[in-house]
């Protein structure tokens, strides 16, 4: 592992704030093609967002770990890097928990309602899933329908498209509470579509065999390692970065401990409501000062209990539940490779969040645990290990899973959320198409950024 640099300042072709997998994959590229670099991290590890870490002799992951079968960019450099991958347990049946609270078995790939609401769901899934496939991931809001669809909440739009409340409850939870980890009402169904076409389609991102198919064995924050390590002393860790002054073709960059470099450019590898935490001389334009204010991280806790045996195989479950209604409106068999004890994750998003965050620690577990037995049965609530990953508590990151913009924004700011300023360049999941709000993005975003860089730098 890389280890923090004395206070010094020296030159480099491109500064890279951040060491999370876009500014790591920058990194990773510039110096392939023979670019000096310096990455510049806060945090006293990398991996940002992905964290892989050993609570009470459990390994957990405590941020992003799926990876799917559409994320070519990220599973190419798990190759590249030698990591392998394993499957997610799913056999057996699934929980279904509806509005009344009550828990049903289902082996099918439908939900077990009724079958008008299934009609329904699958009606509003054949929508999202031809805008998604209109509109795209690229440039959602260069689309003639992005005004429209920009301006009104995802949950106008459901309930302008359905008076079936229990289907537009589900299929607003895999983008809410699932995705965007925002209230419905909070973000657009422009904002909606986006998440869908990212992942290739909304079907994608209901379908939990493809979103959520396979870990990274020893966890998704090797991924970050392995490319910190090539990097080597160029990776600055306890650095948090202050200051960028910057003109036309050369920029300071001021990190705590007295480290500055001078560099040609700089990559901004950091989610955009973080922006603000460093100083610019001069500042930003108007614009990114504007736009930057709309962009807002969601919030979710991602629970994890580990058992001293996987139970709820031995009941023929594969341990996947969901219920739009429930605290915990999703849980998984989330078992390391190889591993005898059974773990669940699960997740509380949004407002159902902020609830528990209004309880004690005791009370919190609790009515999480609670929830979860409700799926899974009354074994569910005695873990050996619990815990919850608290991302809105991080200095660094301050939400979860990544930023969306409000209501309205998309459309009119999106154009130039990756346009750079100057010497000054963006990168990072959250501004991603294709793997938005995903490791996949963040790294496709980290190659994008090095040849714009590469490009500028190559024009001398
Ligand atoms: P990231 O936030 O990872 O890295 C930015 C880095 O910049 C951080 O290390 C931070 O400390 C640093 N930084 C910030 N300000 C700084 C400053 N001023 N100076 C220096 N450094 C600074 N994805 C996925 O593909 N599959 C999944 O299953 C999940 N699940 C998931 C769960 C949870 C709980 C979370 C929080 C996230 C996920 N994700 C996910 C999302 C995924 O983890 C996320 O999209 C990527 O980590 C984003 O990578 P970036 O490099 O863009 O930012």
């Not at 870490?53 to 559409?70: F, H, M, N």
């Not at 309602?113 to 260069?142: F, M, N």
């Not at 002054?245 to 401990?257: H, L």
């Not at 991602?302 to 996987?310: F, G, L, R």
Request: glycine residues 10%.
């Amino acid at each position: 592992m890389p280890t923090p640099y004395p206070a010094s300042t020296y030159d480099r072709d491109v500064v890279i704030v951040g060491a999370g997998p876009s500014g790591l994959a920058a990194a990773r590229t510039l110096v392939a093609r023979g670019y000096s670099v310096a990455v510049l991290e806060a945090r006293d590890r990398v991996g940002g967002r992905t964290w892989t870490r050993e609570i009470d002799g459990a390994t957990l992951e405590i941020g992003g770990q799926w990876v799917s079968p559409d994320q070519s960019a990220l599973i190419a450099l798990l190759e590249e890097l030698g990591l392998k991958t394993f499957e997610r347990y799913r056999e057996g049946e699934s929980i279904y928990v509806g509005p009344d609270g009550v828990a049903i078995r289902y082996a099918a790939e439908n939900f077990p309602v009724d079958q008008s609401t299934t009609d329904e769901i699958d009606r509003l899934t054949d929508i999202l899933d031809g805008l998604a496939a209109e509109i795209g991931a690229s440039e959602p809001w260069a689309h003639p329908l992005a005004r429209e669809l920009d301006t009104i909440s995802f949950s106008g739009w459901l309930a302008q498209q359905s008076d079936n409340a229990e289907a537009t409850a589900n299929v607003g939870m895999f983008i809410a509470g699932g995705m965007l980890t925002k209230p419905a009402h909070a973000f657009s169904a422009l904002q909606a579509v986006l998440m869908a076409a990212s992942a290739g389609s909304f079907s994608n991102l209901v379908d939990d065999g493809f979103i959520l198919d396979k870990r990274v064995v020893g966890g998704m924050q090797k991924v970050s390692i392995a490319m910190a390590t090539d990097l080597g002393e160029d990776v600055h860790l306890n650095a948090p970065v202050r200051s960028v002054e910057w003109s036309a073709d050369r920029v300071v960059v001021s990190a705590d401990g007295g480290l500055s470099i001078s560099a040609r450019q700089v990559v901004l590898a950091v989610p955009p409501n973080l922006y603000s935490r460093i100083s610019f001389d001069p500042p930003l334009p108007r614009r990114q000062h504007q736009m930057h204010q709309h962009l807002s991280l969601g919030l979710v806790i991602k629970i994890h209990a580990v058992y001293d045996q996987p139970f709820w195989r031995d009941a023929g479950l594969s341990g996947t539940g969901f219920g739009a209604g429930e605290i915990v409106q999703e849980v998984y068999d989330n078992t390391n490779h190889e591993d005898s004890r059974g773990t669940l994750v699960g997740f509380v998003s949004d407002e159902k969040a902020d609830a528990m965050f209004e309880l004690d620690e005791d009370e919190r577990k609790r009515v999480i645990l609670a929830s979860i037995a409700n799926y899974l049965g009354p074994e569910a609530l005695n873990p050996a290990v619990y815990y919850e990953s608290d991302w809105a508590s991080e200095e660094w990151t301050r939400g979860a899973y990544a930023a969306s913009f409000d209501l309205g924004g998309l459309h009119r700011y999106g154009r130039d959320s990756r346009t750079p300023v100057g010497p000054i360049h963006f990168s990072c999941s959250d501004i991603a198409a294709e793997g938005y709000q995903h490791v996949d993005g963040a790294i496709r975003m980290g190659y994008r950024t090095a040849d714009a860089v590469a490009a500028l730098l190559e024009e001398g």
